[in-house]
T-cell receptor
Framework: GAGVSQSPRYKVAKRGQDVALRCDPI?????LFWYQQALGQGPEFLTY????????KSGLPSDRFFAERPEGSVSTLKIQRTQQEDSAVYLC??????????FGPGTRLTVT | AQSVTQPDIHITVSEGASLELRCNYS??????LFWYVQSPGQGLQLLLK??????LVQGIKGFEAEFKRSQSSFNLRKPSVHWSDAAEYFC????????????FGQGTTLQVKP
């Protein structure tokens, strides 16, 4: 079946622009995660949704980062006024239960 | 606080040789442990995981890992490496069993020599 999909796969933004990254989880998956992976590093947790409820946003690095999942399915990660340090791969993962996460291919964001 | 350490940033092995990638974790309770592989431009693929029970875990692509509580380790092994195994490998621990939130190590890059 279909896995987790993310779009766009690549995004180039000028510093100061706003961007929106989309994640389509596997159908029926209750849990959804966003991770940020800087170059040469392991992924770092950003935020977690259970259905439409954002239960943990402790990893969001600043108030420029905002995530939503209004209908408990598709999620969007928005970054306002992008900065160069926001350049990274943004990974989305979904699961039906803890410990069984499936990752998408990621969106590579480059801020110039 | 929970953490994962992968001491080797880069490893090079010859094709056909055996492989061991090290992972040490810091976690107060019984950990849920994972190994993922990431090829260039790709997402993370789960190789194997340990929740409980037998401490030697078999995964896909001929990989296995052994959980050693006394050493706080979960090392990944493969008896004979193939050129297609060249990739980035990440060890991870679940930091919250309620949510499945993962903490990752910084990764080990595996290069395979012909």
């Amino acid at each position: 079946g279909a896995g987790v999909s993310q779009s766009p796969r690549y995004k180039v933004a000028k510093r100061g622009q706003d961007v929106a990254l989309r994640c389509d989880p596997i159908s029926g998956h209750v849990s959804l995660f966003w991770y940020q992976q800087a170059l040469g590093q392991g992924p770092e947790f950003l935020t977690y949704f259970q259905n439409e409820a954002q239960l943990d946003k402790s990893g969001l690095p600043s108030d420029r980062f905002f995530a939503e999942r209004p209908e408990g399915s598709v999620s969007t990660l928005k970054i306002q006024r992008t900065q160069q340090e926001d350049s990274a791969v943004y990974l989305c993962a979904s699961s039906r239960r803890s410990g069984h996460e499936y990752f998408g291919p990621g969106t590579r964001l480059t801020v110039t | 606080a929970q953490s994962v350490t992968q001491p080797d940033i880069h490893i090079t092995v010859s094709e056909g040789a055996s492989l061991e990638l090290r992972c040490n974790y810091s976690y107060g309770a019984t950990p849920y442990l994972f190994w993922y592989v990431q090829s260039p431009g790709q997402g993370l693929q789960l190789l194997l995981k340990y929740f409980s029970g037998d401490t030697l875990v078999q995964g896909i692509k001929g990989f296995e890992a052994e959980f050693k509580r006394s050493q706080s380790s979960f090392n990944l092994r493969k008896p004979s490496v193939h050129w297609s195994d060249a990739a980035e490998y990440f060890c991870a621990v679940v930091s919250s069993s309620n949510t499945g939130k993962l903490i990752f190590g910084q990764g080990t890059t595996l290069q395979v020599k012909p």
